[in-house]
């Protein structure tokens, strides 16, 4: 339902034509935030808890690890390009 009402949405973006349109979108992407996703009874898996949290941090981890990498990068090749240029 959400991918279907996301879909709309962008349709009504794209196509739409006039405020109508445009309110009606922004009311089709929000719809599945402010009713929200249904919440299961109890939170069990085959899974435990801990390797779960592990995983997230790991997962964290190297996304800062990413992100850094790429800032340097892109500092170093912005400095060196506007050196070049200047």
Do not use: C, N, Y
């Not at 959400?2 to 719809?31: D, N, P, Q, Y």
């Not at 949290?53 to 340097?72: D, K, N």
């Not at 400095?79 to 200047?86: C, I, N």
Request: aromatic share 12%.
């Amino acid at each position: 339902a959400t991918a279907g009402a996301a879909l709309v949405a962008l349709w009504l973006l794209a196509f739409g034509k006039g405020w109508g349109a445009w309110i009606g979108a922004a009311v089709l992407l929000m719809a599945p935030h402010v009713v929200g996703a249904p919440e299961p009874d109890s939170f069990s898996g085959p899974v435990p808890t801990e390797i779960g949290a592990l995983f997230a941090a790991r997962a964290l981890g190297i996304g800062l690890a990413a992100w850094v990498l790429l800032g340097s990068f892109a500092g170093f090749f912005w400095q060196r390009e506007g050196a070049r240029s200047a």
